[in-house]
Structures are given as C-alpha cells and as structure tokens.
C-alpha cells in the first residue's frame, strides 16, 4: 500500500501510561523513519504536552486530541467498559471508524477495549467471535498462538475462523510465505481431545481453505514452532502463553542465581555476556509485543499493559505492518469458502 | 512406615525399555539403600536375565516374574487396552491388587495404564475420576500440577476431588507442611474464567475443607510457584505443562547456540559451566519424573515414556514416598467432607 499509514493511540492506557506511550512513539518514530505519516494521540492535554516537548521525534509525529476521561487500570471489567464511553481509549478506536486512522493501539484494559472495538467496529463479515492474537518466540521466529484470552469457551466453526484470521496474520506481521496452522490439543493422534477440536479437525480438512493445516499440535509445540500459527480457546490459549511466559522468566532466575553464586562462575558470565543478551533479547516479551484483536471491523492492536516503551514500539510496527497490508481482503476468500460450505450442509 | 517397602514395576514399557528401566532401577538401588525390601519386575525373562546380570544391584533387589506379552509404545490407545489384559503392565498393576506390592510403576502407553488401573484397582470412595499429577520445576522447588491429561473435559466436583488429591501429594512427595492450592483460571479477579472454574472456586470457598485454597492463580504462576498445587482439567493442565517443557528447551537451545557463537563466549561458557550445569539440572524433567493417578484405589506411578535411567530412579523414588506414606487415610477426611456436603446440597 503506497497511502501513507496513520494510527491512533490512546495515551492513557498502560500501567506506565502516558510516559511509557510517549517514549515508545519517539522511539518508533525513529525506526519506522517516514512510513508512518501521522499519530493521532488521544489523552489528557495539561499531561500530554510536557511529555511531548521532552520527546521532539514523539512530537513531530503526533497530532494531540485532548480527552478529559479515561479508563484507569485498576477498574474492574464491568466499571472500565462502563467508564469507556467517551475515554481516550474510546476516542482511539473511533478514529478508526471514523476513516481518519488506520489501526488503533492501547496498552490499556483489553476486556474495555475488546468490547468497545466490538461495538464502534463491529465485526467482519463471516466471523462470529473476535479473537486476540499473541506472538511467542520460537527457533526461527515467532509462533502466532490464538484466542488468548477474548473467548473462554469457543465452538468448531469459531476455532476454522481463528485459523483463517491467524493464519493471514502470520502471513502479513511475520512474513511466512505460507504459514502452517496447528490445533491445539492433548496429542496429535486424531482420537486425542474433546469434541470441539476433534470437531474442528475434520472441518479444517474438509473445508479446502486456501491454507496449510497441519493437523493437531501439543504444547510443546508453541515454542519449537512446529506450525506458525496454533489455534486454541480463549481459556486454553491464555494459560499456555502465559504458562511460556513464566517458564522463560524461571530459566532467567534460576541462570542468573546460578551465575552469582561465585566469582568463576561471575567472571565467565562477563566474558559471554553478549550471549546472555542475545538469549535475553530473543526470550524477552517486549519483542512479541502487540497482540491484535482478530475478526473487528478494523484493526486494534492491544498492547501489554505493563509494557515499555521498546514493547510499545513494538505494538506499533504490528499496526503499521497490519495497516500497509491488505489483511480485510486477504482473509474474506477463506472466511466466505469457509461460510458457504457450512451453509450447504445446513441447507 | 516401618514395613518394609515392595514396588511392581512393568519393565517393559517406555521408549528406552527394558535397558533404561534396568538402568534405573540399579541406580535407585543404590539411592534408596535399604528403603525398599524387593522389586517384582514384569517382563520378558530372556530380555531380562542378561540385562540383570549387567546391573548387579537392580538383580539383588528385584524378584523376576516372567510375562511373555507386553504393550508395545507405538500401539494405539483402542490396540493397547486390548493387548493389556496379562502383559507386564496389567501384572504389574495386579501385584498392587493383591496386596503384594505397595506401587505399581510404569513407563509404558498412559491410556492403557490408565484403563487398567481403574480396572483392577477401582476408585478411592468419593473420587468420581481419577486424575494425573504432575510436578513442575518452580524457584522453591515445585508446583504440582493435576491433571494433566485423563480427562479431557471436567465437572466443577471434580476439580475439588483433584485439589484434595493434589494437595496430599504435594504434602507427601514434595514435603511441604501446608501446600497451598490454586485454581488455574485466566486471571485472578472472582469474575474471570468459565462457569465450571467460577463454580468449582465457589465449592472450594464453602467446603470447610481441610486445606489451603489460595483462590484463582494463572499460567505463569505454574512456574513462578504462586502455589504448591495448580488444579486444572485434563486438557488445559496437559497443554500447559507442555507449554512449559517447549519453553524450557527453546531457551536452553538459544542459550547454547548463543553461547557456541563466538571462542570469547565459549570461554565465559566454561568457567561458568557449573552454574550452567546448575540451572540445567534445575530444569530438567527428569527431575520432576513420576506422575501419579491419584484417585485410584491403589499406587501407580507414570513415568515419562522417553524416560532414561536417571529420570525412571525418581519416578521409583515418588512411588516410594507415596508407598511409605498414608495418603489413602489422609484424603479421606476431606474427600468424605466434600462428598457429605455435595449430598446435604441435593437432598
């Protein structure tokens, strides 16, 4: 796409919100050097300008949109969406829907930000439930791992249009050619599982998708990257990236407790410090930051709410790739084959 | 307890059997020194013999009970469970029935394991299904983690069943005084999950159990050791574990590649080889080897099927403890309580 990209931040969300966002911006406005041509920043004005006049490149780049309200990271579900309404978080999405943004990014309440994008966006055509997509390194890259979280309970039908969504994802965000698409499940013997995934194996089959499906995947799988996208529930799909998460954070500690145990063991650890680094960088959540709720009628990056600002740059190259990418397009040829074949068998 | 300990095993299942079950027994042998009077081992008497007369100290422990069938690994759940009835598996699980061994331990196919567990041993009374636990590396040891696979889909009692089971093991194997309990849910907050965890969280508050129920805890807890015990159906518990074994290995695979990238790193890499080996060690699974069905109306212990030596020695070791223990009274004041309160709510 030759238009220029233009995206629209809610400032206020994140818990180092706004100076995390901020740094972030200037950071990114660096890196993407000209690809971006417009930030439309949305938040609380007598906060936002000192911040911008510390971060010129942060300033240059943005476009400052004074909201009064927002939604705090410590309202509860039921208190944040009702708080949306309004909010710099709300106002974000709807420049989206107003035409004037490309994709809109948040580091703020995803149950907030997943039903207000449900309901200024509403959904693409063919796909019945959002999903949000996490990114999780593996040996050559990054593994795509949908639904992480926006549905805890999901059917067949729901679990094909995850693989239609994560796979075009994949494809666009990191750069597979063809990227392969895993079931989550117990095993990878085609008896294995409960009723929905072995459901949702057979349709994956039968459906002839423009896609490379490969079958059941196990857990394990996630971090060797034996697909680039694997395909879960909500519920199942949280716990194991954040099962992963934890994981990676346990080896961290229990190296570095190792390392500093005595000075042979210190002295070494200087000398392949580099080393330590590259593990570090390539296991670091910042890098796989920017999850993007899958299936809205526009794109919505939700970044993690602790995020820095290296991780809420990242955030925004997810939008910018997804923003240049024709994605809306790319996934309507296997949702609507997808969507005929299960209308012929009910008719 | 001060009778003497037996223990059955099935030398003839697991990837590496019978010369990696050998193996371990020898070492556990040695290990255990004295703790066990006799192992009746289960297999094939011609494969057996030369392998005993290699490990003297597994040939001074164990009694030899020749079965010429066995489960193959590569058998298919439906194919095991009919070959099982007389192979080494189903004579090893009928010592623990008869009353001549105190556990049963096996490396061999899970299903069929399972299935003729329940078979000849039936259920503890007030267990509606037994469940596999498994440990997990966290920074003070480790986290059980049940199930982990035997049963796909789970009724909210059926949780409380597991976090009574799981809450003894942790006391019993892991040593801990009062193990704390949590429910694996994907946040904290009382609103978060899918009814069968909000129920089963409800049960746990109002069972008068005697236990230490920590409430909700989530993926990355697992291994940042929140609590002793994590309770979770057979689907999301398997992929979860798993999750964590894929990443565990991606960041040792990253760290030594890293580390082989230059001769200055591989230096550091030496002198600091002890705390590599330190933290290796810490996140080995062979560590952490020997998953229990509990619930069952006797002991029997899984152990990794890609088992080597060292990694069958701890699962020999888990049956020990468990054997030497009382776990089977020390579940029934609390199961009886959870089962008297479920009958007062339908009458």
Redo the contacts between chains.
């Keep these: 796409m030759t238009n220029p990209v233009c995206l629209s931040v809610d400032a206020m969300g994140g818990d180092h919100a706004p100076e995390a966002i901020i740094a972030g911006i200037d950071l990114f406005a660096i890196q993407a050097n000209g690809k971006v041509s417009k930030i439309l920043l949305h938040g609380q004005q007598q906060v936002l300008e000192p911040l911008l006049a510390k971060f010129p490149n942060a300033a240059k780049l943005c476009e400052l949109r004074h909201t009064e309200t927002y939604v705090a990271m410590t309202d509860?579900?039921?208190q944040a969406i009702r708080r949306a309404r309004g909010s710099s978080m709300w106002n974000a999405v709807r420049a989206v829907k107003e035409g004037e943004a490309n994709a809109a990014i948040s580091a703020g309440n995803t149950g907030a930000l997943m039903v207000l994008g449900k309901v200024l966006l509403g959904m693409v055509k063919n796909v019945h439930r959002p999903a949000i997509a996490a990114s999780w390194?593996?040996?050559d890259g990054f593994s795509v791992v949908l639904d992480v979280?926006a549905n805890?309970?999901c059917t067949a039908p729901q679990l094909v249009e995850f693989a239609i969504l994560g796979e075009a994802f994949a494809r666009i965000v990191h750069q597979k050619e063809s990227p392969s698409v895993g079931l989550?499940n117990?095993g990878t013997?085609d008896?294995k599982?409960?009723d929905v995934v072995r459901e949702a194996d057979q349709m994956l089959r039968a459906a002839h998708l423009k896609l490379n499906y490969a079958g059941f995947v196990?857990?394990?799988?996630?971090?060797?990257g034996r697909t680039d996208v694997v395909v879960?529930d909500?519920?199942?799909g949280?716990?194991?990236?954040?099962?992963?998460?934890?994981?990676?954070?346990?080896?961290?500690?229990?190296?570095k407790e190792?390392?500093m145990?005595?000075w042979?063991?210190?002295?070494?650890?200087?000398?392949?410090?580099?080393?330590?680094l590259?593990?570090k960088d390539?296991?670091d959540p910042k890098n796989s930051n920017g999850g993007l709720f899958l299936g809205l009628g526009g794109l919505v990056v939700k970044s993690h709410g602790s995020t820095d600002a290296e991780g809420f740059a990242n955030a925004l190259h997810v939008a910018r790739r997804m923003s240049a990418s024709n994605y809306m397009e790319v996934i309507q040829e296997n949702l609507s084959a997808f969507a005929d074949g299960q209308q012929e068998k009910t008719s």
Tied chains: 1, 2.
């Design positions: 509860k579900p039921s390194p593996s040996p979280g805890v309970v989550l117990v013997e008896v599982g409960n196990e857990g394990n799988h996630i971090s060797m879960t909500g519920f199942t949280n716990v194991a990236v954040k099962a992963a998460e934890g994981t990676a954070k346990l080896a961290a500690m229990v190296l190792s390392l145990s005595n042979l063991y210190q002295l070494g650890a200087l000398l392949s410090r580099g080393a330590f590259k593990m390539k296991m």
